[in-house]
């Protein structure tokens, strides 16, 4: 019912940039939350960041500023701004958001987590 696909991943030098996209796609009323979520190698599953529909942005300590969430509501859209990245940036990064979905009844809803399939960053010289 609903989708989400990342896109932007690849490999990056110590120190360099990569932006991430999210698109969500289908029978969609509303997303109240959307963020990113990495698994490195070895690692448990962490937060990155989330950013919520009014714009309200949460960061995990290792990536306080050098990495931005935003969002495009209009087009149930999510970014990624990765600068200065480091190698234990590597990871699969996995776009999440926490939907409204809507149904074949007029005015019902359900309420959706959804996950991407995930794309890789590797950051290595």
């Known amino acids: 019912q609903v989708h989400l696909v990342e896109s932007g991943g690849g490999l990056v030098q110590p120190g360099g940039s990569l932006r991430l996209s999210c698109a969500a796609s289908?029978?969609?009323?509303?997303?109240?939350?959307m963020g990113w979520y990495r698994r490195a190698p070895g690692k448990q599953r962490e937060l990155v960041a989330t950013?919520?529909?009014?714009?309200?942005?949460n960061y995990a300590d290792s990536v306080k500023g050098r990495f931005t969430i935003s969002r495009d509501n209009d087009k149930n859209r999510e970014y990624l701004q990765m600068n200065s990245l480091k190698p234990e940036d590597t990871a699969v990064y996995y776009c999440?958001?926490?939907?409204?979905?809507?149904?074949?009844?007029?005015?019902?809803?359900?309420?959706?987590?959804?996950w991407g399939q995930g794309t890789l960053v590797t950051v290595s010289s």
């Open positions: 289908g029978s969609i009323f509303s997303i109240n939350v």
């Open positions: 999440n958001a926490k939907v409204m979905g809507s149904t074949s009844t007029p005015g019902r809803y359900i309420d959706l987590e959804v």
């Open positions: 950013i919520t529909s009014d714009g309200r942005t």
